[in-house]
């Protein structure tokens, strides 16, 4: 078996892990990996530094003004667990991963189950749009994606009234993903969404970006991007998308869930037990900006936790 890699955080970083995992997971990963090794859901390795923010090749912007990260930053610097925890070397990995035949259940609490062929996603309406995407790890970019609201493929399903929640499964493949050798880690890669949350106009089923057909590294033939979140909750590689009753289990938080909350919404006010999260660094960037509540998105998505404490359900 290949030798397991972790993100590896330096001591003077570290807080006891049992704090933070859970007990059964902090038994194996004390095992296979020894007390100075730690996960982040996002690595731990500095961002590139040379990679020039600027050369967008469009010269598109966010909202905000800012450019898009370039298309090679945003296609070699990738967070993909299943290939490997290596950020530059997901790309190579990922290369030749069969993306079609595919196909997504979509079933549950919904009154239309359907499975759709990758080709009946394609043909909703797909929209260009530029977002952020904040790693909860610290460092962000901006990204042209392509596609379409998670909304509009809900609604052709059309949830029960019991439907509370959203989860999402993705893909296991076991000859292609070497990643997913590694003993930790419980895969398949799930997530999950409050109902209202996925419907918001903002989440986003992701087909391709800078008008480009996705790339394996960046989670082909189709995920999600939830940019008032941190990034982990933008899934690759989607299978599955069930309409449920109660809170999902979901990769991250089963795994570490004083780290890595259900919700997920980025606030520089909550810091991570680890690091603060009042700032990060844009690739192409050397300097670190002030990381923005809702990544920037409070006008569209803060009315959906009105009355909540967002330090408690963090
Ligand atoms: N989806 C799957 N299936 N596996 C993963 O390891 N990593 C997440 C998210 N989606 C991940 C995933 C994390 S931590 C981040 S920051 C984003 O993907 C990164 O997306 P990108 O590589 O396209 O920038």
């Known amino acids: 078996m290949r030798k397991p890699e972790y ?11 049992s ?9 194996k990963l004390s095992a296979a990996v020894g007390a100075t090794t730690l996960l982040a859901a996002c690595g731990v390795k500095p961002a590139p530094a040379s990679i020039d923010a600027a050369q967008s090749a469009t010269g598109a912007t966010d909202e905000l003004g800012d ?3 370039s298309y090679d930053d945003i296609t070699h610097y990738n967070n993909y667990y299943e290939f490997t925890t290596n950020k530059e070397g ?33 043909a909703f309406p797909q929209e260009e749009r530029i977002y952020r ?9 901006v990204i042209p994606w392509t596609g379409f609201p998670l909304s509009s493929l809900l609604s052709e399903v059309d949830p029960m009234t019991s439907a509370k929640y959203v989860k999402f499964t993705t893909k296991i493949d076991d000859e292609h993903m070497p990643g997913l050798e590694s003993p930790f880690f419980p895969w398949p890669y799930t997530e999950g969404l409050r109902l209202d949350e996925a419907m918001n106009d903002l989440a986003l089923l992701v087909t391709g970006l800078y008008g480009k057909e996705l790339l394996p590294q960046n989670g082909a033939p189709i995920r ?19 309409l449920v009753e109660e809170k999902p289990n979901t990769l991250w938080n089963s795994i570490a869930p004083r780290e890595y909350g259900f919700y997920s919404n980025v606030n520089p006010e909550v810091p991570h037990p680890r690091w603060s999260q009042a700032t990060e660094r844009r690739i192409g960037e050397d300097r670190r900006r002030e990381t923005l509540m809702f990544n920037g998105y409070e006008g569209q998505v803060s009315s959906l936790y009105a009355g909540m404490n967002l330090i408690s359900n963090y």
């Not at 704090?19 to 038994?27: C, G, K």
């Not at 069969?98 to 196909?103: D, E, K, N, V």
């Not at 999600?224 to 069930?242: D, N, T």
């Open 7 to 17: 993100p590896i955080i330096p001591s003077s970083e570290i807080t006891p892990e």
């Open 19 to 27: 704090v933070y995992l859970n007990r059964r997971q902090f038994m």
């Open 67 to 69: 450019p898009a990260n």
């Open 90 to 122: 997901v790309a190579v990995l990922a290369e030749g991963f069969p993306t079609s035949p595919w196909q997504v259940e979509v079933s549950g609490l919904v009154n239309h189950p359907r499975t759709y062929d990758i080709d009946d996603l394609r």
């Open 133 to 141: 995407l904040r790693c909860v790890e610290g460092w962000s970019m």
């Open 224 to 242: 999600l991007a939830v940019p008032w979140k941190y990034g982990f909750k933008s899934v690759k590689s989607i299978i599955r998308i069930e």
